[in-house]
């Protein structure tokens, strides 16, 4: 996911605190618990479902066992991309007196004016996974994505080498230029694949954003980048949809399995088409970490808590001020290590091996 190249540092981790519902949107997925008078509100604005099955999985989930295990209860709302949508949420949850807000921007712009008014209204707020350009939000709780970009620059690598090619034609399917998070990926994939293009390894290749990280959108634009250029050899694409949008592509042309394609977000889908070896890799970042960082550092704050452990710095790369914040470590995965999200818990094995991936699981040594 991409859209230019800025430099973000930081570490952490985070300390959560209590939650009222507000809300009753049915969109909206709002915990249980006994939250005491001294205990503030917290809202939370996902930004979409389309973008990445993780937002309508696994954000949701983690963060609501959180809160409920807190003792509180959550206001958790999905604004389904819709930029008009997002601020009418966080409107109803700061008139309705959150002591906290926590959002993943559609876009910085947006993200902003939704910051802005919740500072005005003496609201604490939290970034969450993707930081909003010039929005002083309080805190920030991510991955380091410069790191993700770099383990996917060098899983295509891996897989080129692999495949014995030779100057293999190398295409890049970016993320929305509007979402920071894609600049720090392609920070990072182009860190290994430029040296490549440099000696003449690798030849670059068609290189594309793809708007709100739209898979029916990156379907089409890989579409045209194979008829344009039929000597494709590998895809490095910012995420598991946009992945699978261009694997898609390959099935039409029967060059599935032989044009490595990066990943990201270790969905159900990616990790089958790396059972399958249409993938060549994705990369997992364990949500529940994230989610219980992120929700560990609102508890505290709405308990009234000084917060600990946002330890970090992340440097805004347009206001150039550090935001405390938390940046958690990815990892690669391929075919011999996809039996490690499962024993995570972030996938079943009833999820994954579905009849058609029963036997390709078994050889993975997943049981």
């Known amino acids: 996911m991409r859209k230019g190249m800025f430099a973000l540092a930081a570490v952490g981790l985070l300390a959560t605190g209590s939650i009222a519902a507000c809300g009753d949107n049915d969109d909206s997925d709002t915990g249980s618990g006994s939250g005491t008078s001294a205990t503030g509100k917290v809202g939370v604005i996902l930004p979409d479902t389309k ?28 604004a389904q991309g819709d930029k008009t949508q997002f601020q009418t ?3 109803g949850m700061i008139s309705s007196g959150v002591k906290v807000l926590v959002i993943v921007n559609l876009d910085s712009g947006t993200g902003k004016a939704v910051l802005d008014k919740a500072k005005a209204a003496g609201i604490a707020t939290i970034d969450y996974d993707r930081l909003t350009l010039n929005g002083g939000a309080d805190y920030y709780v991510s991955f380091d ?3 993700v970009g770099e383990l996917q620059g060098q899983g295509l690598v891996d897989c080129l080498t692999a495949n014995k090619a030779v100057k293999p034609v190398v295409a890049e399917l970016n993320g929305s230029p509007t979402d ?13 694949l430029d040296p490549k293009y440099a000696d003449g390894t ?38 598991d949809g946009l992945g699978n949008a ?9 060059l599935n399995g032989q044009v490595p394609v990066t ?39 709405a308990k009234g808590q000084k917060p600990t452990s946002a330890t970090g710095k992340v440097t805004d790369p347009e206001s150039k001020k550090d935001v405390a914040s938390v ?21 079943t094995k009833d999820e994954l091996c579905t009849a058609d991936f029963a036997k390709a699981c078994t050889e993975a040594g997943i049981s």
């Open 145 to 147: 994505n410069v790191k």
């Open 51 to 78: 973008s990445s099955a993780r937002w309508a999985t696994a954000d949701v989930k983690y963060l609501k066992a959180a809160f409920d295990a807190a003792g509180v209860t959550a206001d958790i709302q999905n």
């Open 89 to 91: 949420i966080a409107d």
């Open 263 to 301: 990943g990201q977000d270790a969905t159900v889908q990616g990790l089958q088409n790396i059972l399958a070896g249409d993938q060549c890799m994705t990369v997992y970042k364990a949500i529940k970490k994230e989610a219980d960082a992120a929700s560990e550092l609102a508890i505290a704050i």
């Open 202 to 239: 690798f030849v670059k290749g068609p290189n594309q954003d793809v708007p709100d990280w739209d898979n029916a959108q990156a379907g089409t634009i890989f579409e045209q980048m194979l008829t344009s250029n039929k000597s494709i050899k590998g895809v490095l694409a910012a995420n």
């Open 327 to 347: 940046l958690l470590t990815p990892q690669s995965i391929t075919k011999a290590n996809v039996k490690d999200v499962v024993a995570d818990g972030f996938v």
């Open 180 to 192: 920071n998070n894609a600049t720090l990926f392609a920070q990072g994939y182009n860190s290994v």
């Open 246 to 254: 261009a694997i898609s592509v390959l099935k039409k042309n029967k």
